[in-house]
C-alpha cells in the first residue's frame, strides 16, 4: 500500500511543479505582451514618463524588501540610490565609460559600499540600525554637497547621456520604457528566486525570531550583510537608471524623503511577500501626479488616502482578496 501511495504521489507533485513552471512561463509572457503595448496605449508622453518612474519605483521597493526580509529597515536607501547614480554619472561625464556599463559598475560599486558598511553596523538591530542609516543618508548628502569639485555640489550633474545598447538609445521616454521594464522583471524574477532558496528561508528564519535562527545556527550577521549588500546594490542600479534617464541629479533627487518613500510602498503594498512591494509602487508612485489638481488639498488627500489604506488594510493592499474573502463570508 505504502508502495502505490508513493508512486502515485512522486508523479503528482512532478506533475503539480511542471504546472507551476509553465503558470509562471505564461505569466512573464503575458506581462511582457503588455508591456510592449503599453507605451503606445497611454495616451501621452507624461503619462509614460510615470510609467517609467513606476517602474523604477518598484525596482528601489524591491530592494528595500530584500534587506528588510533579515528583519532590519534601511533610513538611508536613498543614499545608496545617490551613490549609485552618482557614481555612474560620473563615470559616463568624466571618463567616458559607456552608460550601460557605468550603471554596471556602479551597482557593483554601490553593493561593495554596502558590504563594508554592513560587515560595521549591521551589529546593531532595532532603532539603533534605523538610526545609523538617517545618519548614513545624511553623510551622503552633505558630501555631494560640499564636495563641488568632483559632484558641482548644490547644482548638480547636467547632461548626463543616456543609456545606448548596441547603437540604442533609451533616452526617449517609450524607449527607457521597455529597458526600464527589463530590469524591473529581472529584478522582481531574481526576488523570487531568492526568496524560494537557501537563502531565502535564512532571512525568514531571521525576520521571524533572530535569537532562535542563532540558536539553530544560522550565521545571522553573515545573513543580513548579505541581504543588505544585495538590496543596496539593486538599489545603486535604479539610481544609476534614473540619473541617465533624467539626464540630471542633484542632492535633492535622493534625499531622507525618497527613503521614507520606499518605506511607505513597502508598508501600504504588504510587507509579508514581495509582490507586496510591487503593489505599494504601482499604488503610490502615480498618486500624487494625479493629485495635482487638486492644489493645497494634495497632501491632505495623499496623507488621508494611506491612512485608510493602513487602517482598512494592516496587512497592505495585497491582504485585499483576504479581506473581502472574509467580509463575504462573514455576510
Known sequence: MNTVDTHMTQPTAASASQRGFWTRIVLVTLACAVAYATPGLLPNLFYVHIANLTLVSGIFALSLWIIYCVGQLSLGHAAFAGLGAYASALLSLRLGVPPFVSLLIAGIGTA???????????????????????????????????????????????????????????GPRPVFFYFAFVVFLLVL??????????????????????????????????????????????????????????????????????????????????????????????????????????????????????????????????????????IGGGK
Not at 560587515?119 to 555631494?144: D, E, K, P, S
Not at 559632484?151 to 548638480?156: D, E, I, S, V
Open 112 to 170: 561593495t559600499v554596502a558590504a563594508l558598511l554592513g560587515a560595521v553596523i549591521l551589529r546593531l538591530r532595532g532603532v539603533y540600525f534605523v538610526l545609523v542609516t538617517f545618519l548614513f543618508g545624511q553623510m551622503f548628502t552633505l558630501m555631494v554637497l560640499n564636495w563641488q569639485s568632483l559632484t558641482n555640489g548644490a547644482n548638480g550633474l547636467i547632461s548626463i547621456p543616456p543609456i545606448t545598447i548596441l547603437g540604442l538609445s533609451f
Open 189 to 326: 524574477l531574481f526576488t523570487w528566486a531568492l526568496s524560494r532558496s537557501t537563502f531565502g528561508r535564512a532571512f525568514d528564519s531571521i525576520e521571524q525570531n533572530i535569537d532562535l535562527a542563532e540558536s539553530c545556527g544560522i550565521d545571522t550577521s553573515k545573513y543580513q550583510i548579505i541581504a543588505f549588500t544585495i538590496g543596496s546594490g539593486i538599489a545603486g542600479v535604479g539610481g544609476a537608471m534614473i540619473a541617465h534617464y533624467i539626464r540630471y541629479i542633484s542632492p535633492d533627487t535622493f534625499t531622507f524623503h525618497n527613503s521614507v518613500a520606499y518605506i511607505t510602498m513597502l508598508v501600504v503594498g504588504g510587507r509579508s511577500l514581495f509582490w507586496g512591494a510591487v503593489v505599494g509602487a504601482a499604488f503610490l508612485t502615480p498618486l500624487p501626479e494625479f493629485l495635482r489638481d487638486f492644489a493645497g488639498l494634495q497632501h491632505i488627500i495623499y496623507g488621508a488616502i494611506m491612512i485608510l489604506v493602513l487602517r482598512l488594510l494592516p496587512g497592505g493592499l495585497i491582504s485585499l482578496p483576504a479581506t473581502l474573502r472574509r
